[in-house]
């Protein structure tokens, strides 16, 4: 059965940083793309950002660029997000996602596995 776990989110003031783990288990996706995805109260879940099997490529939301990274560990199964100057517009539930596709990563690719999703919040 495979699980996405998330960890890490957390109440923080605004400018400050938090990083997100994503635990992965019942199979390897070291060769599928994972992402981060967000859903703040009242909106639809937005992307975040995602990265390839290899680490190589990444892509963000024109909103969270320069603020955040990606990057995973495919030794472990796990896929990081560094938040770096949060504001309270980052405040949602993330949530991580893997792609079922084996070497396939672009901007659209649709996500097949969901984690249930940790908290950030940023206050002002």
């Known amino acids: 059965q495979v699980q996405l776990v998330e960890s890490g989110g957390g109440l923080v003031q605004a400018g400050g940083s938090l990083r997100l783990s994503c635990a992965a288990s019942?199979?390897?996706?070291?060769?599928?793309?994972m992402a981060w995805f967000r859903q703040a109260p009242g909106k639809a879940r937005e992307f975040v950002g995602s990265?390839?099997?290899?680490?190589?490529?990444?892509f963000y939301t024109d909103s969270v660029k320069g603020r955040f990274t990606i990057s995973r560990d495919n030794a472990t199964n796990t896929v990081y997000l560094q938040m770096n100057n949060l504001k309270p517009e980052d405040t949602a539930v993330y949530y991580c996602a893997a792609s079922r596709k084996e070497f396939r990563h672009y901007y659209n690719l649709v996500y097949d596995y969901w984690g249930q999703g940790t908290q950030v919040t940023v206050s002002s």
């Open positions: 990265i390839s099997w290899s680490g190589g490529t990444t």
């Open positions: 019942g199979r390897t996706f070291s060769r599928n793309a």
